[in-house]
């Protein structure tokens, strides 16, 4: 059975968003932040990442809860989609020439929060867009076809950047542009055709009542003991993924030096990640039908061990390009299954509740890694054991989701052509 137009439209606005993540957070703005003469240091960021992360965090189960009522989910999107593409376009029009380095963090940090609350329920809407039985299948969609999709905006934006020069910020800046453009275009199909199919109906005073659902889920954390269980092994092990994500290109500079890694060599190790993940996500998708989709986040959490271990021994450019295929072959599968999982862990009308507290779990990610890394590098004086500190991250997550059943059902439907 082919997928659906609700299926389609949903992985298109992954193919928009994803533009953001690569672009953004990963690779312009930081180059961008740093042409400020009165900038301190481009790590700095670190600081705003982290503020804009507690914001989605906090606000995450409270938005998640009022938007399970009826109508209220696509409305949320909206805002928080519109609130992330605005200020992604806005971001074009502070250059480094102003010194205005406080007005582009503001709008970095506006356009994260934007694209975070969309994400909570862009993620949600996927027990509305399918069945139990396709979602393992279209969430790897998603992932995969954002992933590859990503690419496109991206190599534009490089393309702009080299012709007009990479020491200028102009390129940069017509590349916040291209993003935003991209992002919004393809997220017109959700808002077309996606509706909320599952909710609860409108009752007098929604936000006290949202906080008391709140409440009341956290209080009774026995009837959804295995969604809750699996948010700790998840915890864990997205908190090793996102950790290698944020950290292989520190590391790698660390490990072999700033000289051997340029720009372009950095920018070509992201487009591995990015063009690998592709296909993997798909085939992850594939073999959960088969396997089951445990134990595939199974396989994937031991491909990042076996990364560690294989990160400590790097010696030359092209083991970096190795590494990143390794973790490619895995980040888009583990990423795309465990929302699929999860999604089909959760009852269906409170699916934006239960996803705020995903979000949150995910938001909180990567606090432990980075953390363990700068501090192993610290004591020990050699970056090389810094990656292998990680490893224990995924060892628990691991041992938490065996306790777990490897298949929440797949429920007989057709499969994806």
């Known amino acids: 059975m082919r997928m659906t137009k609700e299926e389609t439209a949903w992985v298109l606005y992954d193919c928009g968003n994803s533009a953001y993540s690569i672009a953004i957070t990963t690779a312009l703005l930081p180059t961008v932040f740093g042409m400020f003469e009165n900038v301190g240091s481009t790590m700095d ?8 992360s507690v914001v989605a965090a906090v606000l995450s189960p409270i938005l998640g809860t009022i938007a399970d009522y009826k109508e209220k989910k696509k409305r949320f999107f909206l805002f928080f989609f519109l609130l992330g593409v605005l200020f992604t376009g806005l971001l074009a029009f502070v250059p480094p020439a102003s010194g205005m380095w406080q007005l582009l963090v503001l709008f970095y940090i506006l356009t994260a929060v934007g694209f975070a609350g969309a994400n909570i329920f862009y993620d949600s809407f996927l ?13 790897t969609r ?19 950047i ?17 993003t935003a453009l991209w992002w919004g275009l393809l997220t017109i199909p959700l808002l077309r055709n996606v509706r909320q199919k599952y909710f609860i109906e409108p009752e007098p005073h929604p936000v006290a009542n949202s906080f008391r659902r709140l409440g009341a889920t956290f209080g009774n954390i026995r009837r959804h003991r295995v969604a809750f269980v699996f948010l700790v092994a998840y915890f864990l092990y997205i908190d090793g993924v996102d950790t290698i994500i944020k950290m292989v290109v520190p590391y790698a500079t660390s490990v072999l030096g700033r000289d051997a890694l340029g720009t372009f060599t950095l920018l070509g190790i992201l487009l591995v990640i990015q063009i690998i993940a592709f296909p993997f996500a798909i085939l992850y998708g594939n073999l959960a039908k088969r396997y089951s989709a445990g134990r595939m986040i199974a396989v994937g959490i031991l491909t990042y061990i076996v990364s560690c271990v294989s990160a400590f021994f790097i010696s030359s450019v092209w083991h970096i390009f190795v590494l990143g295929a390794m973790i490619g072959s895995a980040q888009g599968g583990i990423q795309a299954l465990s929302r699929s999982y999860y999604a089909k862990l959760i009852p269906k009308q409170n699916s934006n509740e239960f996803f705020g507290f995903y979000n949150v779990f995910g938001k909180f990610a990567a606090i432990i890694g980075p953390g363990v890394m700068a501090l192993t590098t610290t004591l020990t004086g050699n970056p090389r054991y810094s990656i ?8 628990a997550g691991l041992l938490v989701f065996l306790t777990l059943p490897a298949d929440t059902g797949n429920g007989g439907d057709d499969d994806l052509e």
Do not use: E, H, W
Request: avoid cysteine.
């Open 45 to 52: 960021l670190g600081y705003y990442n982290t503020i804009a």
């Open 127 to 139: 027990v509305d867009v399918t069945t139990d039985g396709r979602m393992d299948k279209v969430s």
């Open 142 to 160: 998603g992932f995969a076809f954002g992933y590859i999709a990503s690419v496109v905006p991206f190599g534009i934006s490089l393309g702009v």
């Open 162 to 178: 080299f012709l007009l020069g990479m020491d200028r910020a102009l390129g940069y800046q017509l590349g916040f542009l291209i």
């Open 388 to 395: 292998l500190a990680i490893i224990p991250l995924f060892v």
